[in-house]
């Protein structure tokens, strides 16, 4: 079995998993084909089905022997209208409707609005939008049993569709019964990242983090125009963000979300935490096997902004060219990351270093691959937390991320320009040195001659204690002198 070497690319590629993908075979032609991520989108599908999948993706991750990351990206809660007299009704354009709490099938005139925390919140001026948008209506009165509106752009309403308010913080918590049930699933099935939808206030991420009681990585994705104004909150207590333009580009005028994602991603990449760009990145390859070249620059720009990674919905889990999709995304990265300009744009970002020594050093790994040549820079981390602070930097050279756990191994497969080793703990200096170069050459990050920086910390095992960094050079035959294999 050919191993997986790094990338040559320093962007993640997360690809939603679906009917078009969920078979082992598929799984690994999308995993040789650049995916670093698999995406479990938890709206669709039962349990026994993602529990089919997520073990398909660990034996593929034996079979390679390379970590993969997991995200399990929960529903959240869903507005709806209820149903029709016909299944469906036309709101005249410019007319008025009526959304009541009146459980009786709707017509061209009203609707049951099955959401009663709607009805004491809303307010005269104020949207709502059904169906994706493709409706849009304005409350000309609200009261404790009926919103009155104006069509402001009618057609037909038909069964469930969904509802937006996208002028209101909702009195709705971002976790459901299901999505309670989904995330013990998530966390029983040893997910590394889960995805928070709906989020509105840092209250929403914080009883996520509750129920995961310490298990993996936490994920807010931000598409609702609430949790713009308290950003930074929802991103302290988060350990990545996501950029979820789906909801946003219903929620906001269509111009407004290129704006919104530069300052979601320059957020997280300021704290140092992972962001990833969703939605639409190659939406016409759901049906076309070439993407369209506005779909290209999006990407492109992504990846130009610094993103850790680029995300893959309906194109890999239910499209006719998931493999394609794959491909193309990972050489419009390798593209954009050989320009020359790359390094000037990637770094338009001023991240200052908090006062610590950790911070410090991966600020001076950064300088030393400017300054001198440098194949890459190694880092012994047991949680991830050194790797994130390098990978801030946004470095020139790649990060290869040693450590002894497994899940942390997973965890950083998000990391911008990490290449995750799981392998047996370190116990002094001379080990670290030895092991490292034995790794860089194993994992193709040098050869002969090459110099590489090694950060660790002292005493080993200690989290947060990242105070060490030291340049080697390798010789070339330390994989031949060491007898017996890594693990």
Known sequence: MAKLDPRGRKVKILATVGPASNSPEMLEKLLRAGVDAFR?????????????TIAAIRALERKVNRPITVL??????????????????????????????????????RACLPHPELFG??????????????????????????????????????????????????????????DRRDLAFAVGQGADWIALSFVQRPEDVAEARRLMGGHGALMAKIEKPAAISRLEEILELSDGLMVARGDLGVELNPEQVPPLQKRIVETARRQGKPVVVATQMLESMIESPTPTRAEVSDVANAVYDGADAVMLSAETAAGAWPEEAVTIMDRIAKEVEADPGYA??????????????????????????????????????????????????????????????????????????????????????????????????????????SRLIALAGVPFGTPGATNLLHVVTLVGDELAKHEGADS
């Open 40 to 52: 479990v989108n938890m709206s669709h599908g039962d349990h026994t089905v993602h529990a089919a």
């Open 72 to 109: 399990c990206d929960l529903q959240g809660p869903k507005l709806r209208v209820g149903s029709f007299k016909d299944g469906r009704a036309v709101i005249r354009h410019s007319g008025h409707f009526t959304l009541d709490r009146n459980p009786e099938l709707g017509d061209e005139n």
């Open 121 to 178: 919140i809303l307010h005269t001026g104020q949207r709502l939008l059904i169906d994706d948008g493709k409706l849009r209506l304005r409350v000309l009165r609200a009261d404790a049993d009926e919103i009155l509106c104006s069509a402001e752009v009618g057609g037909v309403i038909s069964n469930r569709k969904g509802v937006n308010v996208p002028d209101a913080v909702i009195p709705v918590p971002a976790m459901t019964d299901k």
């Open 344 to 449: 000037a744009r990637v770094h338009f970002i001023e991240t200052l270093p908090d006062p610590t020594t950790a911070d410090a050093l991966a600020q001076a790994c950064a300088s030393i691959a400017r300054a001198v040549p440098i194949a890459g820079i190694i880092v012994f981390t047991g949680s991830g937390s050194t790797a994130r602070r390098v990978a801030r930097e946004r470095p020139g050279v790649p990060m290869l991320v040693l450590t002894p756990s497994v899940m942390t191994a997973r965890k950083v497969g998000l990391l911008w320009g990490a290449h995750a080793v799981a392998t047996k703990d370190i116990g002094s200096f001379e080990e670290m040195i030895a092991k490292g170069k034995r790794m860089a050459l194993r994992h193709a990050f040098g050869t002969a001659g």
